[in-house]
C-alpha cells in the first residue's frame, strides 16, 4: 500500500484540485480530529439495506483502503453499526465514508474507526439486498471509483482521481509551500 505524507489535509487536497471532487458539506466526521487518507473501495447499497456491506467483508478489500458506500443518502437505516465497524478495523480498513447513516456511534468513536456520514441513527438496516457489484458510485454529483484517492479529515472528503494523485500531490505540496511561506511573515511582521 502506497503511503501518503502526513501533511496532506482535505483542505491542502481541495486547495490542489481547485475544489473538484470535494462531497457535500452534510458528510461529516463522526469524531473529531479524524485523519484518513488512502484508495477508495466503492459499494453501493440500496435503501434502508446494507447487504453490500457484509458482502463486500467476505473478501475484504486491502488494509488501508478508504471503503466509500453510496447509496445510502435517502435512508432511514444504518449503513453499519460497532460491530461491522470493528470487522472493518480488523481488516485493516482505514475507515468509511458514506452518504449513509451509522448506528452504535459512541461505540464506533471509543474503537477509534474514523468514519464520515450523513449522521447517526439508532434503526438496523436491512439485510434483504441484492448486493449490488461496482467499480463506481456517486455521492453528491461526485463520481469515486476504486483506486481514486480519499482524504477525509475535519475540514471534509476530497476525491482524487487516481490518474491525477501525482500532479494533484505535487500541487498540495507547492500550496503547503506557499502557506508556510505566508505564515511566516505574518508571525515574523508581528513580533515587531
Not at 480519499?150 to 494533484?168: N, R, S
Amino acid at each position: 500500500m502506497k503511503q501518503f505524507p502526513e501533511w496532506l489535509s482535505a483542505t491542502l487536497a481541495s486547495d490542489a484540485s481547485e475544489g473538484k471532487g470535494v462531497l457535500p458539506e452534510n458528510i461529516l466526521p463522526l469524531q473529531a480530529n479524524s485523519l484518513v487518507v488512502g484508495p477508495a473501495h466503492v459499494l453501493l447499497i440500496n435503501r434502508d439495506d446494507n447487504l453490500s456491506v457484509h458482502k463486500a467483508l467476505e473478501q475484504p478489500p486491502a488494509p488501508g483502503t478508504v471503503l466509500v458506500v453510496a447509496g445510502g443518502s435517502t435512508s432511514r437505516t444504518a449503513t453499519l453499526g460497532g460491530l461491522m465497524a470493528l470487522r472493518m478495523q480488523k481488516h485493516g480498513i482505514a475507515g468509511l465514508v458514506t452518504d449513509g447513516l451509522v448506528r452504535d456511534s459512541r461505540e464506533i468513536r471509543e474503537m477509534g474507526f474514523a468514519v464520515w456520514c450523513r449522521g447517526v441513527t439508532p434503526i438496523a438496516p436491512k439485510k434483504t439486498g441484492p448486493a449490488i457489484d461496482c467499480t463506481a458510485v456517486s455521492i453528491g454529483g461526485i463520481t469515486i471509483r476504486n483506486g481514486d484517492l480519499v482524504i477525509a479529515d475535519d475540514d471534509g472528503v476530497v476525491i482524487w482521481p487516481q490518474e491525477q494523485i501525482k500532479t494533484l500531490l505535487v500541487k498540495a505540496e507547492a500550496r503547503l509551500k506557499y502557506d508556510n511561506e505566508r505564515l511566516a511573515r505574518i508571525q515574523n511582521s508581528e513580533r515587531r
